[in-house]
């Protein structure tokens, strides 16, 4: 069954690996090549067009387009890049966390009838972008923990509501090893981190393990509200 997604991203961010030899790439180009690998699903794309001039409206109008698209929608897929952040700039004053706070609220709005009709939580996924030189270290870096092969997610790299939906499943499958780091297994996080290489070769799969998280929401401490 297809499904409605949301997308979130820095939309200018150039930092990133080119999808082509001919010019340069932002996250906008990797969101046109991800509505073309929808394309070949049942799934929906909900989301900023590329013809769609908002430079017009008011930051209100902007935000009431958007909460009516991410309300209709069950899915909201984060762009990870190196740049999505600005970093002189309040979180509260940057569309992404606000984008992925209202996703994870459950909105009562009336339908056609007068009743009310709730959303749910969307299931939620964070593809990570390769970087300018075609890495993905800069958040998810490949180590070896404990005599075994791990990855190193850098939390410190997103924004404090996604932050704070990683390493959050309340009973999760983890333990310490001599070097003090301590080693999660499973499917940890309801904000489930993929790498862009890894998606593009298998989108249900991880589309279906989104929705896994979601049916098991209770197992994890969710965050809605954006904090700094």
Same mark, same amino acid.
């Given at each position: 069954?297809?499904? *409605?997604?949301?997308?979130? =991203?820095?939309?200018?961010? $150039?930092?990133?690996?080119?999808? !082509?030899? @001919?010019?340069?790439?932002?996250?906008?180009?990797?969101?046109?090549?991800?509505?073309?690998?929808?394309?070949? %699903?049942?799934?929906? &794309?909900?989301?900023?067009?590329?013809?769609?001039?908002?430079?017009?409206?008011?930051?209100?109008?902007?935000?009431?387009?958007?909460?009516?698209?991410? &309300?209709?929608? +069950?899915?909201?897929?984060?762009?990870?890049?190196?740049?999505?952040?600005?970093? =002189? /700039?309040?979180?509260?004053?940057? @569309?992404?966390?606000?984008? /992925?706070?209202?996703?994870? *609220?459950?909105?009562?709005? *009336? $339908?056609? !009838?007068?009743?009310?009709?709730?959303?749910? %939580?969307?299931?939620?996924?964070?593809?990570?972008?390769?970087?300018?030189?075609?890495?993905?270290?800069?958040?998810?870096?490949?180590? +070896? #923990? #404990?005599? $075994?092969? #791990?990855?190193?997610?850098? %939390?410190?790299?997103?924004?404090?509501?996604?932050?704070?939906?990683?390493?959050?499943?309340?009973?999760?499958?983890?333990?310490? #090893?001599?070097?003090?780091? +301590?080693? @999660?297994?499973?499917?940890?996080?309801?904000?489930?981190?993929? *790498?862009?290489?890894?998606?593009? +070769?298998?989108?249900?799969? &991880?589309? !279906?393990?989104? &929705?896994?998280?979601?049916? !098991?929401?209770?197992?994890?401490?969710?965050?809605?509200?954006?904090?700094?």
């Amino acid at each position: 069954m297809g499904r *409605k997604v949301f997308v979130s =991203y820095k939309f200018a961010d $150039n930092s990133v690996e080119n999808l !082509n030899i @001919w010019r340069n790439s932002s996250v906008r180009d990797y969101v046109d090549e991800f509505e073309t690998l929808l394309d070949s %699903t049942d799934h929906i &794309y909900k989301g900023e067009e590329d013809d769609e001039d908002l430079s017009s409206l008011s930051e209100e109008t902007i935000w009431n387009k958007l909460k009516d698209r991410i &309300y209709d929608s +069950t899915l909201t897929v984060i762009f990870i890049s190196p740049n999505m952040k600005e970093s =002189y /700039v309040s979180e509260k004053n940057q @569309w992404i966390p606000w984008e /992925v706070s209202y996703s994870l *609220k459950e909105t009562s709005r *009336k $339908n056609k !009838n007068g009743d009310l009709v709730a959303s749910k %939580t969307n299931a939620m996924i964070a593809l990570v972008l390769p970087d300018s030189i075609g890495s993905y270290s800069y958040f998810l870096e490949d180590r +070896t #923990c #404990c005599a $075994n092969s #791990c990855v190193t997610h850098h %939390t410190d790299r997103l924004f404090q509501i996604i932050r704070d939906n990683k390493f959050n499943l309340k009973d999760a499958n983890k333990k310490s #090893c001599d070097s003090g780091r +301590t080693i @999660w297994y499973g499917d940890f996080s309801y904000i489930g981190a993929v *790498k862009w290489k890894d998606f593009k +070769t298998n989108v249900n799969k &991880y589309i !279906n393990a989104a &929705y896994e998280r979601q049916d !098991n929401i209770n197992d994890y401490d969710i965050v809605k509200t954006i904090l700094e």
